[in-house]
C-alpha cells in the first residue's frame, strides 16, 4: 500500500524560508511521477512542482525560481524547499504520486496517490 507523509510545514514571516519533506511507502521515489499541491482556504487545490524520475521538472509560475522540488532516493523521500516566502504562499501542502500528467500538466488529474497535507502559513 503507497502512503506519503509530509512534514516541515509551519509558520514564517513573509521572506522566510521552509523545507518540506514527503516520506513514502510502499513505492519507491525513483520510479513514479511525484509533485507538490497546495490550498488556500476557500480555493482549489493547485499544483505547484513536480518532478520525474529523472531530472525533469515543472514549476507553477507563481513559485518558478523561489521554490525546488527534489528526489531523495535514498531516504525515499521527495522535498520541497521554499524560499522568499510570501503571504500568498499560504496554504496546505499536498505530496501526491501519480501518472506523467504531473510533470506536463501539474493536474489533479494526474495524482493516484496523496499524503495528508501540511500547513504553511506565511505572515506579512
Known amino acids: 500500500q503507497v502512503q506519503l507523509v509530509e512534514s516541515g510545514g509551519g509558520s514564517v514571516e513573509s521572506g522566510g524560508s521552509l523545507r518540506l519533506s514527503c516520506a513514502a511507502s510502499?513505492?519507491?521515489?525513483?520510479?513514479?511521477?511525484l509533485a507538490w499541491f497546495r490550498q488556500a482556504p476557500g480555493k482549489e487545490r493547485e499544483g505547484v512542482a513536480s518532478?520525474?524520475?529523472?531530472?525533469?521538472?515543472k514549476y507553477a509560475g507563481s513559485v518558478k525560481g523561489r521554490f525546488t522540488i527534489s528526489r531523495d532516493n535514498a531516504k525515499n523521500t521527495l522535498v520541497l524547499q521554499m524560499n522568499s516566502l510570501q503571504p500568498e504562499d499560504t496554504g496546505m501542502y499536498y505530496c501526491?504520486?501519480?501518472?506523467?500528467?504531473?510533470?506536463?500538466?501539474?493536474?489533479?488529474?494526474?495524482?493516484?496517490?496523496w499524503g495528508q497535507g501540511t500547513q504553511v502559513t506565511v505572515s506579512s
Open positions: 518532478i520525474d524520475g529523472g531530472t525533469s521538472t
Open positions: 510502499g513505492y519507491r521515489v525513483g520510479n513514479y511521477y
Open positions: 501526491a504520486a501519480g501518472s506523467r500528467l504531473l510533470l506536463a500538466k501539474l493536474s489533479v488529474s494526474g495524482v493516484n496517490y
